[in-house]
């Protein structure tokens, strides 16, 4: 338990540091972020009076501890493109970005671990060469271009699933199980999958290699054990190194699912973001960005928690 | 032999294993032959030079003006009419936009690695080697922007500062100063703790002059390797601002900007959409595969 708390009370100061890095976004965009609200013909004592109003006149720091208590109630502020409140907008469309983060993380561990084990179970064979030599590539894939190149040949060239878009959806909120709201999400899933796959394909075969050769395989194996169950061993060993892996994934997914969500025009938090700053929207902009990097710390904070639970050795750490 | 028999005393006395003969030429002249020997390296480092030389003699390279088009050849496919790689929406020779936009491409790809390689490395040695206080202060600040996805903390300050391409290049060189500050850190820290730091120490050299004559030489190697491969994602990262259309503006020839106002005509001529993210894919990948060799070459692990 104790455990728990030390990492939770090491995971806020960061998090406190994330909202003034948001907060500081406001101060490097060009421009008074009065602009828009005061009239051009104002007086000074206009400007004076409409400045204290929104609390510019006050110190930096006083502002910074105003706005974060507006945070901690859930209070955004209000977009200036939409009027509507930040925190509803950056709700949204975060619900459509995790929809296809949910399809694309699962795909991506369950492709990716396979294809480490097996490279690792059969060292220097085809398979092997693919996964090492994949992971070069694959890391080099810009996976917005891969979401181009899925368009032109299952949009383009076989006519198979649509482009862009999300569809009506029809099945509520996950409409996962419903193939009209599906086929809107099979190739941005991809494209976002695609990069995941080949990082847990190499870290599972770096941990399987790691594991095998340690002493207690070379004891499970004199005990005579058949290399089913001497897997089973190594596995469930290399399963807390792949779920950190995971975990950041998945992090690095909701963040930074920005250029795919452009190409498929998918309406999630990159497209949002997006959209801030087209409009030159920081509430939006800050709202948004705040909300996403909360989501990577609280991820990374889980995944230490998770890996602890499975890997006694990480506890002390 | 004579010679041999006589050194052999000394040699025992100084216990050196290793045989004279074999030293031949220096620390990077035995990095370049062992990268020599690395197909992978070679090929990376051939494509790289065709790109980076076509890039540089753009104007003599290029079979045509890459901002001047014709309305009787927009978006034609390879092939038309001497246009080796099709055109585009504006009639523009796709060959010569693809030479031509190598140049702001590959700058924003290297510029900010160089910078944040200068900066955070800098902070790195500052934090391995500056005492406890200064390792506290600096390495939580840079936890501070590692909570922040590199996608996202690179479009949040492109974005908040308005955009171009000067913007991008401030913005990439934030998003790298934390990693190379993490790896330069972590050497340095070991480079500290060995003898030879003490021994000069304890002959009264200076921290700065330990830092500038015995620290750098032995970080640099990691930190060389390192800034190798985020030059890869650096590129990638770049083209995806100018693929949201925050770094370059038309008509500026950039390969994610020629992918973003493509994609419009994906199904008009799709094969021609897809090569700006080529020359984009094939860049970065060619500088991954010179940085593998170059790990491998210069024996730097991690």
């Known amino acids: ?81 939409t009027g509507r409140p930040v925190a509803l907008e950056v709700g949204e469309a975060i619900a459509n970005t995790f929809r296809l983060v949910v399809l694309a993380v699962p795909a991506a561990l369950l492709v990716g671990y396979a294809m480490g084990v097996a490279a690792a179970r059969f060292p220097g064979r085809l398979l092997d060469q693919i996964v090492s030599g994949g992971a070069v590539v694959g890391i080099s894939l810009p996976n917005y271009w891969v979401g181009v190149m899925l368009v032109i040949l299952f949009a383009v060239q076989w006519s198979l699933l649509p482009a862009t878009g999300m569809g009506q959806l029809s099945a509520g909120a996950f409409g996962i199980f419903a193939w009209a709201d599906l086929r809107f999400m099979i190739l941005p899933a991809i494209s976002l999958a695609l990069i995941p796959t080949g990082i847990i394909a190499r870290s599972t075969r770096a941990a399987v290699l790691d594991l095998l050769s340690h002493d207690f395989v070379l004891t499970l194996r004199a005990n005579g054990l058949s290399e089913g169950a001497i897997t089973r061993h190594v ?68 995944v230490d928690l998770v890996q602890a639970t499975i890997d006694p050795r990480l506890r002390r750490g | 032999m004579a010679d041999r028999e006589e050194t052999a005393s000394v040699a025992i006395a100084f216990a050196t294993p290793r045989p004279i003969a074999r030293r031949r030429g220096s620390y990077w002249g035995e990095v370049w032959r062992k990268l020599r020997r690395r197909p992978g390296a070679l090929v990376g480092a051939t494509i790289l030079g065709i790109i980076v030389l076509a890039a540089i003699f753009a104007p003599w390279v290029a079979p045509y003006n890459p901002d001047t088009g014709s309305i009787l050849s927009r978006l034609k496919p390879f092939g038309y009419r ?32 160089i910078c944040a390689t200068i900066i955070g490395g800098g902070f790195g040695i500052a934090a391995g080697f500056g005492g406890r206080l200064a390792n506290t202060i600096i390495m939580r600040v840079m936890d501070v922007f590692y909570a922040f996805p590199s996608v996202l903390l690179a479009v949040a300050i492109t974005g908040a500062m308005g955009g171009g391409v000067l913007d991008g290049m401030i913005a990439l060189t934030l998003v790298f100063i934390p990693p190379m500050c993490r790896v330069t850190e972590t050497a340095t820290a070991q480079v500290s703790g060995l003898d030879f730091i003490e021994a000069a120490r304890s002959s009264g050299a200076g921290g700065l002059a330990i830092v500038r004559y015995h620290v750098i030489g032995n970080v640099l190697g990691p930190v060389l390797v390192y800034a190798s491969s985020l030059v890869s994602v650096s590129i ?67």
């Open chain 1, 1 to 81: 338990m104790s455990n728990v708390l030390r990492r939770v009370l090491l995971a806020l100061p960061i998090a406190l540091g994330v909202s003034v890095v948001c907060f500081a976004v406001v101060d490097i965009a060009p421009g008074d972020p009065l602009e828009t609200v005061v009239p051009p013909d104002a007086t000074a004592a206009t400007i004076a009076a409409i400045k204290h109003a929104y609390g510019f006149d006050r110190p930096i720091i006083v502002q910074y501890f105003i706005w974060l208590g507006h945070v901690f109630e859930g209070q955004l502020g209000t977009s200036i493109s």
């Open chain 1, 235 to 302: 596995l469930r060993n290399a399963l807390a190194q792949v779920i950190a892996v995971i975990g950041l994934q998945f992090g690095y997914l909701m963040g930074g699912s920005i250029l795919v969500e452009t190409v498929f025009s998918w309406p999630g938090s990159g497209f949002l973001l997006g959209r801030a700053i087209q409009n030159r929207d920081v509430p939006l902009l800050q709202g948004t960005v705040l909300v996403l990097a909360m989501i990577f710390v609280a991820t990374n904070l889980a």
């Open chain 2, 82 to 113: 001497g246009h080796l790689l099709g055109a585009d929406e504006l009639g523009r020779d796709m060959l010569s936009r693809l030479i031509y936009g190598g140049r702001v491409s590959l700058l924003m790809g290297v510029v900010p690695v």
């Open chain 2, 236 to 302: 990638l990262l770049s083209a995806g601002l100018s693929f949201l259309g925050l770094s370059v503006h038309p008509p500026t020839a950039d390969w994610g900007l020629m992918l973003s106002t493509l994609m419009q005509s994906v199904y008009v001529v799709p094969w021609v959409c897809a090569l700006p993210g080529a020359a984009i894919f094939i860049t970065s990948v060619s500088f991954s595969l010179l940085s593998d060799g170059l790990r491998a070459a210069m024996n730097v692990r991690g």
